[in-house]
Nanobody, 124 residues
Framework: QVQLVESGGGLVQVGGSLRLSCAAAGLTFSSYAMGWFRQAPGKEREFVAAISWRGGSTYYVDSVKGRLSISRDNAKNTVYLHMNSLKPEDTAVYYC?????????????????WGQGTQVTVSS
C-alpha cells in the first residue's frame, strides 16, 4: 500500500521560507517521478512542481519559478519543496503525489497516489 505523508507546513510571514517534506512508503521510490500540487480555498488543485525519478529534470509552474524548488533524496524516500520569498497567493494546502512509474506528468489527472496535504499560510 502506497503512503505519502507531507509535513513542514505552517504559518509564515510574507517573504519568509518553509521546507515541505513528503515521505513515501510502499513503492520503489527511485522509479517514480514526484510532484507537488496546491489547492487554495475555492480554487482547483494546481500543479506546482515535479521532479524526475533520479532528480535530473524538474518542472515548475511559472508563478513559482525562482522562489520554490523541488528536490529529492532517494536514499530517504523523500521529496522536498523548498519555498522562499513566500507571497500571500502561495497560501494553500500543498499535496505531494506520485504518477505511474517512469512517467513525469504535470497534470493532476496523471497522478495516481496522493498525500493528505499540509497547510501553508502566508500572512501579510
Amino acid at each position: 500500500q502506497v503512503q505519502l505523508v507531507e509535513s513542514g507546513g505552517g504559518l509564515v510571514q510574507v517573504g519568509g521560507s518553509l521546507r515541505l517534506s513528503c515521505a513515501a512508503a510502499g513503492l520503489t521510490f527511485s522509479s517514480y517521478a514526484m510532484g507537488w500540487f496546491r489547492q487554495a480555498p475555492g480554487k482547483e488543485r494546481e500543479f506546482v512542481a515535479a521532479i524526475s525519478w533520479r532528480g535530473g529534470s524538474t518542472y515548475y509552474v511559472d508563478s513559482v519559478k525562482g522562489r520554490l524548488s523541488i528536490s529529492r533524496d532517494n536514499a530517504k524516500n523523500t521529496v522536498y519543496l523548498h519555498m522562499n520569498s513566500l507571497k500571500p497567493e502561495d497560501t494553500a494546502v500543498y499535496y505531494c503525489a506520485a504518477p505511474r512509474p517512469l512517467l513525469l506528468p504535470r497534470t493532476k489527472d496523471e497522478y495516481k497516489y496522493w498525500g493528505q496535504g499540509t497547510q501553508v499560510t502566508v500572512s501579510s
